[in-house]
């Protein structure tokens, strides 16, 4: 069967499908939801071999014309030369306002998409179709497009919702586990920003959803998206609480930035990382009972994730001072102070932004 969600944005409202075999149906499921029977695939060449041809042909079989395009794998694709080379390619295809750009792939495919979607021809509709644990709970899902600069993690973008989300699980069968466990990081954070039974089922679930259980999978993926659709629903343009589900993710971004975009490190596992840093702090802070932090270090360990810096092997990390230093590049600053959310508990989060330069220091140091 197919659950169905709804980010309820009014008149832009729109549909998150989560089941079993989603692409092979995604024809049916479109047709009726685009301004014309035009459409775009973008993807990756480690999806493209195993995804795009179900998809086409169930969007040939809907009646809908789509060609594609198929771009180099990773982090480092989420930059300006590689969205001058995607915004290229529509124009000279003739791409009307009514083509409808399909993403399919994990956050990288779908913040790039999403932001070709919101810039080309002053904005054209966008359908996600996440193939990535990460995708499916998290970047799908609210409007959030973008790339990277060369100095900061999303610092290029636009909100621009999709039209639609289809999350079909079936993909997760083929996600290398690196990339399942670094989605992970975000159904963590997704439970910790306001929702401890949810967390405490992790704690009980979490390794069955990682070994492959169907049910456990559906459930957290429906679980994340509803959270996320009822805070962006609240919130679309980040005035207040969608901040929260920025947790660990202004540690995060240093780390990111700092290895760099072609490290090979993976979102969510710089997020893990955060997470313990923003638990930590917390604790240091006096906000937070210590067993809070542990319960989160714990939970992250028991299934793989890295909790510091130094569990990701490979990379050389500059010092604590540099990587405090990095801060100031987030998006999250303001005037000159850095917002970051901290711990009363699991599932009680808050905006602060009232760590010191030596709070954030003393993070990275761990
Ligand atoms: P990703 O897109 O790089 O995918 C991870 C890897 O898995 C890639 O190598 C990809 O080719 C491969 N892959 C994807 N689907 C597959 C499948 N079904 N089978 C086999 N391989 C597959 O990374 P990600 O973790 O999905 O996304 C990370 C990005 O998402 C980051 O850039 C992050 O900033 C962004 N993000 C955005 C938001 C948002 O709100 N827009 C939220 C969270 C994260
Ligand atoms: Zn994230």
């Known amino acids: ?49 195993i995804h795009l041809n179900p998809l086409l042909k169930s969007l040939q079989a809907g009646g809908i014309e789509a060609p594609h395009l198929i771009l180099k794998a990773g982090e480092s694709t989420k930059c300006l030369a590689v969205l001058e080379e995607v915004l290229e390619t529509l124009i000279a295809v003739r791409t009307e306002r009514s083509t409808t750009l399909i993403a399919l792939g994990g956050g990288v495919i779908g913040d790039l998409t ?18 990535t644990l990460l995708a499916q709970v998290d970047s799908s899902v609210g409007g959030k ?28 069968d083929t996600l290398p ?89 993976r979102h969510g596992e710089a997020v893990a990382i955060g997470l313990v840093m923003a638990y930590d702090t917390s604790v240091r802070r006096g906000l937070c009972p210590p067993q809070a932090a542990e319960r989160v270090r714990a939970h992250l360990k028991s299934v793989g994730l890295p909790t510091r810096p130094g569990d990701i ?23 000159g102070r850095p917002t970051f959310v901290l711990a009363r508990d699991i599932g009680d989060t808050f905006l602060s932004q009232d760590l010191t330069p030596a709070d954030i220091e003393t993070a990275f140091a761990g």
């Open 313 to 335: 092997p490979g990379i050389d990390w500059p010092g604590a001072d540099d990587l405090a230093r990095h801060v100031a590049f987030d998006k999250k600053v303001k005037d």
């Open 1 to 49: 069967g197919i659950d169905r969600l709804d980010l309820d944005l009014g008149p832009r409202s729109y549909p998150i499908l989560v089941g079993d075999g989603l692409i092979e149906r995604a024809g049916a499921l479109l047709r009726d939801r685009l301004p014309a029977r035009r459409a775009f695939v973008i993807t990756d060449e480690n999806v493209a071999p």
């Open 177 to 265: 586990r690196r990339d399942l466990l670094a989605g992970y990081a975000e159904v963590v954070k997704t439970a910790l920003i306001g929702d401890a039974p949810f967390f405490a089922w992790l704690e009980a679930n979490g390794q069955a959803l990682l070994d492959g259980d169907g049910a456990a999978r559906r459930h957290a993926v429906l679980t994340s998206c509803a959270t996320k659709a009822r805070v962006v629903a609240a919130d679309e343009r980040e005035a207040g609480q969608r901040a929260l589900l920025n947790l660990g993710h202004t540690f995060g971004h240093a780390l990111e930035a700092e290895a760099g975009f072609d490290s090979g490190l």
């Open 114 to 131: 999403g932001f070709a979607a919101a810039v080309l021809l002053r904005g054209v509709p966008f359908v996600q179709i996440p193939t």
């Open 145 to 172: 497009t973008g790339i990277n600069s060369r100095t900061g993690k999303n610092l290029i973008g636009a909100f621009h919702q999709p039209r639609a989300v289809l999350a079909d699980t079936h993909t997760l």
